[in-house]
């Protein structure tokens, strides 16, 4: 069974008063350990159908199931709970947290979890070694290069063992060959069994993922 | 980890914003600290001193009188069936029931003198409870002691021409003028006031006294109802109140207080102002950030810890600084603004656990819809605010 299935999503905007369809039937499965690379061209609604699977934005129609659970049927606040138990983020600008150091960065998932601090500590440590940043847990972000302030994202997106990692143009900020150290860390995640989900404009960052999934207006056009 | 963290470390980073919000909440809590503390200090002050007010409650003997007038011409009038209070009777004041208000009698005997052939009034007092009644009196010399020191207004002084140090003789009792009252503009200045044993011998008038002032001053005293207890347990005695000075003065504190809270309703509304815009602008300007709280797992009662904390924790810090500004200033302006020069603060507890809780509670209330407005962020939304 697919970890994730998208079933004939579809996604409609209302902008200056003209409908804007961002995802007009988007059907995507994806299976446990699986990295996958969504291409496209700017305004191809790949970063929507990225939110859409995050639980983050509610499609106008459509399903998608993930890890067995139908998220956008989930109530109240147990979509944000399933965010943080299953899902790790990769923003595109690290969206780190500028008066909180690496490893304060990459516990903030866990401050909504009931574990002891010294665990937490303990926890993001390791995050930040799997990722090469072992050195420099208490950086703040501006004491940090692009490289490494993308790390210490990654670091933080799995820091609670994610089923599935969701990453929105994580070389969009980075020289080429800062972007290939990020882009081998990712292939090294999935080697360890970690199912990513990868948007990108980046065609050579394609070769790093098991497949590629190209939209273009809203559509799944090759994958 | 935990969302405190999260909490105290953004305080930390934006510390021109909080010192500017901190600042903006202590300046109301430290007015409502000065003006409260100002009028209970200014109040106990006022009740401190009432004996200085002189007496509020007059007993005299009770009498009928009878205007007597013919054909529109008056033949002045007498009175009859006058009845006397003896001393003893006084003694049931102190078994009303509102005796602790009660903070000083002053019986007196009342009479006409000869003095180096010079009539004038002889009044018989206790001179303790009567200078604890009338701290206005200014003595040149020294207070009476003894039953046979004399105490004299200073236009008695002047026509007995003695002054204090002298001897005088009264039916053949040798007295000495103790001291001599500075000028009082009252009827005071006329009078000889001896001990009230001794002049109630001179006048023949043992154990009886003429009249009675009676000083039971406080804000909260029930006048009214005290003269009626009185004239209930002395039944041959007139009971009358004479309130208009302290009423004038409590109505001023009153008025005063009323002014203060409405200061204090002003400034505490724009301290809850400044708490709104600058929390609302925090949360607009942390928008991306909050993104990311929501896209990461955190519940929107997660956000809404997060802000309302910051402003609880400002809000204390305010609440405290107001507290011992407000203090400050009351201690520096309470010497201006009081009845007497040696005024004391009034430290309370409530007011200083009020002020605190009122800076944590407006900071909450104010904070409260900018932590709404950040909980309802759609994290798309935040995110695509970068």
Redesign the interface.
């Known amino acids: 069974m697919a970890l994730i299935t998208i079933k004939n999503v579809k996604k409609q905007y209302t902008s200056d008063g003209d409908v804007v369809e961002a995802l007009r039937g988007v059907d995507i499965s994806i299976e446990a350990g699986e990295f996958i690379t969504i291409m496209g061209q700017s305004g191809s609604g790949k970063s929507t159908l990225l ?1 859409v699977l ?1 639980g ?2 509610h499609p106008t129609s459509g399903e998608v199931e993930m890890a067995g659970v139908k998220l956008y049927h989930l109530p109240g ?1 147990k979509l ?6 299953k ?3 990769v ?3 690290f ?1 780190l ?4 150091t690496a490893i ?1 960065n990459v ?6 979890v009931s574990m002891n ?1 010294p665990d ?2 303990a926890a ?1 440590r390791q995050a930040l070694e799997r990722v090469g940043l072992g050195g420099k847990l208490d950086r703040l972000p501006n004491q940090l290069s692009g490289g490494e302030q993308e790390r210490v994202a990654i670091a ?1 997106a799995i820091v609670n063992n994610p089923e599935i990692l969701l990453a929105d143009e994580p070389t969009g900020n980075l020289d080429s060959k800062t972007s290939e150290d990020v882009m081998a860390l990712f292939r090294e995640l999935n080697d360890g069994g970690q199912t990513i989900v990868m948007v990108t404009h980046n065609r050579e960052n394609g070769v790093y993922s098991d497949r590629t999934i190209t939209l273009k207006d809203g559509v799944v056009v090759a994958h | ?3 405190h ?2 909490s105290i ?2 305080l ?2 934006r510390k021109a914003k909080m010192a500017f919000l901190t600042i903006g909440l202590m300046v109301g809590i430290a007015t409502i600290v000065t003006l409260v503390t100002l009028t209970s200090s200014m109040s106990s002050d006022i009740e401190r001193k009432m004996d200085e007010f002189g007496a509020n409650i007059l007993i005299t003997p009770q009498s009928n009188g009878l205007a007597m007038s013919y054909g529109g011409i008056s033949l002045g009038g007498v009175s009859f069936d006058q009845r006397e209070i003896r001393e003893e009777d006084l003694a049931r004041i102190t078994t009303i029931a509102n005796h602790k208000n009660v903070s000083a009698v002053s019986p007196k005997v009342l009479g006409g003198i000869k003095i180096n052939n010079h009539d004038v009034l002889l009044v018989g007092v206790h001179f303790a409870s009567e200078l604890k009644m009338k701290q206005w009196w200014k003595i040149f010399g020294n207070e009476p002691k003894s039953e046979h020191d004399l105490l004299l207004g200073s236009e008695a002084s002047r026509v007995l021409n003695v002054s204090s140090g002298d001897r005088l003789t009264i039916k053949g009792e040798s007295f000495t003028v103790a001291g001599v009252l500075d000028q009082t503009g009252s009827q005071d200045d006329a009078l000889v006031f001896a001990n009230l044993a001794t002049a109630q011998k001179l006048l023949g008038k043992q154990g009886k006294i003429s009249m009675a002032e009676v000083a039971a001053l406080c804000s909260g005293c029930p006048i009214g109802d005290m003269v009626t207890q009185i004239a209930e347990k002395i039944p041959d005695a007139k009971v009358s109140a004479i309130q208009q000075v302290v009423e004038g003065r409590l109505k001023s504190l009153n008025q005063f207080k009323r002014f203060s809270y409405a200061m204090a309703g002003v400034v505490i509304f724009i301290g809850s102002l400044i708490v709104f815009v600058t929390m609302m602008g925090s949360v607009n300007e942390r928008t ?2 909050i ?12 956000i809404m810890r997060i802000i309302l904390l910051e402003a609880a924790l400002v809000s204390l810090l305010a609440g405290f600084l107001g507290y011992a500004v407000g203090m400050g200033s009351a201690k520096l302006a309470l010497p201006f603004m009081a009845e007497s020069k040696n005024a004391h603060l009034i430290w309370d507890t409530s007011v200083a656990c009020g002020s605190i809780g009122l800076a944590v509670a407006v900071g909450l209330l104010a904070s409260l819809y900018p932590a709404l407005h950040a909980s309802k962020l ?3 939304e935040a ?1 695509r605010a ?1």
């Not at chain 1, 947290?97 to 909180?100: E, K, Q």
């Not at chain 2, 993104?291 to 997660?302: T, Y």
């Open positions: 939110s995050g983050m934005n606040e944000a709970d399933f965010r943080a138990q899902l790790g983020f923003f595109q600008s969206n947290i500028s008066y909180l304060e516990m903030l998932p866990l401050a909504i601090t937490k500590k993001a933080r | 980890m935990k969302l963290t999260i470390n953004n930390k980073r991306t950030e993104g990311v709280f929501r896209a990461i797992g955190f519940r929107k009662s997660h759609d994290p798309t995110l970068l």
